[in-house]
């Protein structure tokens, strides 16, 4: 049953959903904001007749709070402590492009919570900071105090222009409308889209250590704002290219990336 709720702990009041059976192989999915987890409703409640799911938003961002500045430390350490919270382990995380850097510090501080990743739009901590200089007009979201003014005063008109972007050229009207309505109306309820503090965060990013866990990269090779990012991570990491997606693959291609998914989760 579709019902999100709030799991409020010591570094963060976390927004998520618990679907599926208790005892089955976990899959624990973030989205990538200012995609929210009404985005993933449908692929999730379709996963979770077979598997464990829980959704998450990213601490800091949608209708999940932190408490303290926006740092990867500190959102990593909010992640930890939900997976701790809930007890789980062995679990597949599904992160995407900022914040998959915050799933492989997950990872490589808690090992025994993560078997696996799969990561969605994302590359080395220098080649996003190069698409973020070049998402960025003139440097405003990259200026402290003023890029956080930026995204308060204007984040809805930031949300519509994204998904613009993000989307594959082409890509209708009705198609952009389904992406920007819910978060849109997650913004109305309260959330938040912190893209200043996340572009500031990454600009103090050293590359992530070494992982033992394997790594399965999705990379939509449509998206137009990715267009100069090569996605090459980390050992252990298996690249799939798809031409005809975007920003947002795993939603794009849905019965492609659950089959993908479930494979994943029956090793």
């Not at 010591?10 to 618990?18: D, S, Y």
């Not at 929210?36 to 077979?50: D, F, I, M, T, Y």
């Not at 969605?120 to 901590?125: E, R």
């Given at each position: 049953m579709w019902s999100p709720g709030t799991v409020d702990l010591?570094?963060?009041?976390?927004?998520?959903?618990?679907l599926g059976p208790a005892g089955a192989p976990t899959l624990v999915v973030v989205p990538d904001p200012p995609n929210?987890?009404?985005?993933?409703?449908?692929?999730?409640?379709?996963?979770?007749?077979?598997w464990r799911i829980v959704g998450l938003e990213l601490p800091g961002f949608g209708r999940s709070r932190l408490r303290g500045p926006l740092s990867f430390a500190r959102v990593s350490a909010a992640v930890v402590a939900l997976l701790d919270h809930l007890e789980l382990r062995d679990v597949t995380l599904e992160m995407a492009c900022i914040g998959a850097h915050v799933g492989l510090r997950v990872a490589h501080a808690r090992p025994d919570r993560i078997a696996r990743l799969v990561l969605?739009?994302?590359?080395?901590?220098a080649q996003l900071r190069?698409?973020?200089r070049g998402t960025?007009?003139?440097?405003l979201l990259h200026t402290p105090l003023v890029g956080q003014a930026l995204c308060c005063l204007a984040a809805r008109a930031m949300v519509r222009h994204w998904y613009g972007a993000a989307l594959p050229a082409g890509t209708d009207r009705v198609t952009r409308a389904a992406y920007t309505a819910p978060a849109l109306a997650g913004l109305a309820q309260g959330g938040r889209f912190p893209l200043a503090a996340a572009y500031q965060a990454l600009a103090r990013l050293p590359d992530p250590p070494r992982l033992e866990q394997p790594i399965h990269l999705v990379f939509g090779t449509g998206d137009r704002t990715h267009a100069a990012t090569a996605p090459d991570l980390l050992p252990h990491t298996t690249l799939e290219r798809l031409p005809a997606c975007g920003h947002f693959p795993g939603l794009e291609a849905p019965a492609?990336?659950?089959a993908r998914l479930e494979a994943l989760l029956a090793v």
């Open positions: 010591p570094a963060a009041a976390i927004r998520l959903v618990q929210v987890l009404e985005h993933h409703r449908r692929l999730l409640e379709s996963l979770a007749r077979r969605l739009q994302t590359a080395t901590a190069s698409w973020a960025d007009l003139a440097g492609l990336h659950a």
